[in-house]
């Protein structure tokens, strides 16, 4: 149901083809990047938060973590992930195909500028065994009304 979710709303945005079916699971960034044959931080890896009551996905590079000064500077609230259990229902998605494709209504999503290191990333595509393949642009171009923020720490 999920990649059905994610297949409709890619294909009303322009970009059903560049989803990629892999062999093995693409649930965690270390095996999405075997899958996919890429870097790990090519890998755009959907983190998904409560603020408040409200749902909010942050896509980052796949090697980084949250800084949470970062993240309560930018947010105003401390960052806290959603209960696995609640994922699904919550945001539309499961884990290990969290996306930003075919959300549920009133779910925010934003890019982190740590992205931006690679031409070109791989989200999910609503299981976890999916991905797109889409550069910076057409992810953006993927993600109406999305925002831009620097949440994210690279590992020392």
């Not at 322009?14 to 931080?41: K, N, W, Y």
């Not at 000064?69 to 105003?76: E, I």
């Not at 500028?113 to 791989?122: A, D, N, Q, W």
Request: hydrophobic share 40%; glycine share 8%.
């Amino acid at each position: 149901m999920s990649l059905e979710r994610a297949k409709e709303y890619l294909k009303s945005v322009g970009f059903e083809d560049r989803i990629i079916i892999p062999d093995h699971s693409s649930a965690t960034v270390a095996e999405a990047a075997e899958a996919l044959g890429c870097e790990p931080g090519m890998i755009a890896k959907t983190l998904s938060f409560m603020q408040g009551d409200k749902p909010v996905l942050i896509l980052a590079e796949g090697m980084t973590r949250i800084d949470n000064a970062k993240y309560k500077r930018r947010f105003c609230c401390k960052a806290r992930m959603i209960p696995f259990e609640l994922v699904e229902k919550l945001i539309g998605h499961s884990v290990g195909g969290v996306c930003p494709f075919g959300v549920n209504d009133g779910v925010s999503v934003y890019l982190d500028e740590s992205l931006k290191l690679h031409e070109t990333v791989y989200p999910a595509a609503g299981t976890d065994h999916s991905a797109v393949k889409l550069s910076i642009a057409e992810l953006e171009a993927a993600c109406p009304n999305v925002e831009w923020v620097d949440v994210c720490k690279l590992p020392e």
